[in-house]
């Protein structure tokens, strides 16, 4: 394949994740541009799906009864020639780490605030995960048919609170009961949208000019007016897009619409694609930028996940692809590993259902069968990996022992332990003098704790007893720095081989710190933590 080829095809891919409090209305949003996008026929589908009509494994029948959703799945649509993909990443807070790890992955996020609601805590979370990697944001405001908040004051608190300009690209005729359209602030003209029975299908619209003697003969007065004040001070007052500073990620692009409506949808989606940057360099850990053209074939795995479904019984790796082009049967090497694999079994998702991708381009998801040869972080590649810089961990806050109940489910629960905790769900360590022999968990959150459990008992038939222990701090060390160590620490080893201190509070770290000054605790694993230096 010729690099024009390849070129061509870089360019109109657009890579991205939308990230949202829960309820806000990310899985609306996905389902209503997927729609646009032609990969399902009718609004429903996706929402089908994470209340688990057809779901098929029993964890996605936890998500159901817990109304959340855990797992994070990559959609590939197109729409206009532009080939979408999209990789959804779960809201609840939690999931955090799956959450940051999918995060990487994306060229672009779309966050979405509920128009009644505002900056949300989660919403906080998520958008300094995206700022700190200068991942791009495009704020699109949901419900507008409901009560909202004063716009300008929803402007006003996204600036306060999460510190980014936010710029208006269109502006909203009337809201709640009253929201008729969406103005287009650059090419001045306003959609009318027309309500469809429950929003399933495309909205259909009529576009016309902001005076437009029409809308005085249509809609109650005093909105028409207050919408043509508005649009005068906004238009006056805010200024375009400035797409440098967005790309750079100092001001994010307002939009306003109705999700569940279908309001203000295919306008949104048609300024994500002009605004939304193709895949592009990637910084390397030594400064230099790896070309997704140009360069040959590379991706990383940014997610595990075993047992996507129970017919298959198989884990599952994720990988983005960086640079080149992947053909599946390709020949790679496998950084970790330092040896060769041969990549035949590729596969897109679209939740529960599968199908073989045999081609697949810089910015594209592609799931890989992995009997164990794939762990998040790992770099494929034909010829010398590149120096991808380290996906982010987070120190665990929360720490049990985990024991089998039946010693004749001991084999399947170990298995499980271990599939599990390669997932990156949560961490698994083993220690010498915490827990008595008996593997320790630790997470960021006490769900994580129940969804590992339920798993263990659903996928691997292994009951087990959670025992909380008191720590609720930790931090990574260099191994070289054991020596140095005082006899009564809390020292435990991960699955990587990593050494951590656990504390029982953030006053008993620095206090152990200020009396071991020669060793150096760590946010990250040493390798990572020396490499973000
Ligand atoms: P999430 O993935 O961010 O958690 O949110 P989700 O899309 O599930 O939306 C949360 C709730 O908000 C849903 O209602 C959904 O229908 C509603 N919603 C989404 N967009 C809009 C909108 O533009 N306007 C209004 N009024 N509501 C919206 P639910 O009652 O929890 O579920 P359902 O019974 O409606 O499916």
């Known amino acids: 394949m010729s690099l024009a080829e390849i070129e061509t095809e870089v360019k109109r891919r657009r890579t991205f994740a939308i990230i949202a409090h829960p ?94 609601k505002g900056v949300e805590p989660q919403t906080v979370k998520l958008f300094r995960v995206c700022r700190d990697r200068g991942i791009p944001i495009i704020t699109f405001i949901n419900k507008m048919d409901r009560p909202t908040k004063d716009l300008y004051s929803l402007l006003d608190e996204i600036e306060k609170v999460l510190g980014i300009k936010a710029v208006p690209d269109v502006w909203p ?126 991706a990383f795995v940014f997610k595990v996940q075993a047992n996507m ?49 045999d081609l697949a381009y810089p910015g594209d998801i592609i799931g890989l069968v992995n009997p164990g040869t794939f762990k998040i972080g790992d770099v494929l590649s034909s010829g010398t990996a590149p120096a991808l810089r380290p996906l982010p961990s987070f120190a665990p806050e929360l720490f049990a022992t985990i024991s089998c109940k039946d010693t004749l489910q001991l084999k399947s629960f170990k298995k499980g332990l271990d599939q599990l905790a390669e997932e990156g769900i949560l961490h698994l360590f083993s220690s010498r003098t915490i827990g008595g022999g008996v593997p320790i968990i630790g997470a960021m959150g006490k769900l994580q704790f129940e969804v590992f459990q339920r798993r263990l008992k659903d996928e691997y038939n292994a009951d087990t007893n959670l025992q909380i222990l008191p720590y609720t701090v930790s931090r990574w060390i260099d191994r070289a720095d054991q020596t140095k160590l005082p006899s009564n620490v809390n020292l435990v080893e991960d699955m990587f081989g990593n050494l951590s201190l656990l504390f029982d509070s953030e006053w008993d770290m620095n206090y152990f710190q200020k009396n071991n000054e020669t060793i150096q605790l760590l946010n990250a694993p040493p390798i990572d933590a020396l490499e973000l230096n």
Request: hydrophobic residues 40%; negative net charge.
């Open 309 to 357: 479904n129970k017919a298959h019984r198989d884990r599952i790796a994720f990988l983005r692809v960086c640079s080149g082009v992947f053909e599946r049967g390709l020949n790679v090497n496998h950084n970790r590993l330092e040896k060769q694999v041969k990549l035949s079994s590729s596969f897109a998702f679209f939740g529960q259902d599968r199908n073989t991708v």
């Open 173 to 298: 005729l009337g809201t709640g009961f009253d929201f008729k359209g969406v103005y287009d602030l650059r090419d001045q003209q306003l959609y009318l949208f027309d309500r469809t029975p429950g929003g399933k299908q495309k909205a259909g619209f009529r576009v016309a000019g902001p005076h437009d003697k029409t809308l005085d003969e249509q809609f109650d007065a005093e909105i028409v007016q207050a919408f043509r004040d508005q649009i005068e001070l906004v238009s006056g007052g805010i200024g375009a897009v400035d797409v440098d500073a967005f790309l750079k990620g100092n001001e994010t692009p307002v939009y306003f619409g109705s999700a569940v409506n279908n309001f203000g949808i295919e306008l949104f989606l048609n300024k994500f694609l002009n605004l939304a940057p193709p895949p592009d360099h990637i910084p390397l850990r030594d400064g230099s930028y790896l070309d997704p053209v140009q360069a040959p074939f590379s």
């Open 23 to 116: 309820d806000a209305g990310k899985t609306t949003l996905t389902e209503k541009l997927l729609l646009y996008g032609g990969a399902i026929q009718l609004a429903g589908a996706v929402k089908a799906r994470k209340q688990g009509k057809s779901a098929t494994s029993d964890w996605m029948a936890m998500e159901k009864e817990r109304g959340i959703s855990i797992t994070s799945a990559a959609l590939q649509f197109e729409y206009n020639g532009s080939i979408l993909n999209l990789l959804d990443t779960p809201g609840h807070e939690d999931f955090s780490e799956d959450t940051y790890r999918t995060l990487m992955a994306a060229d672009t996020a779309v966050m979405v605030l509920d128009a009644g």
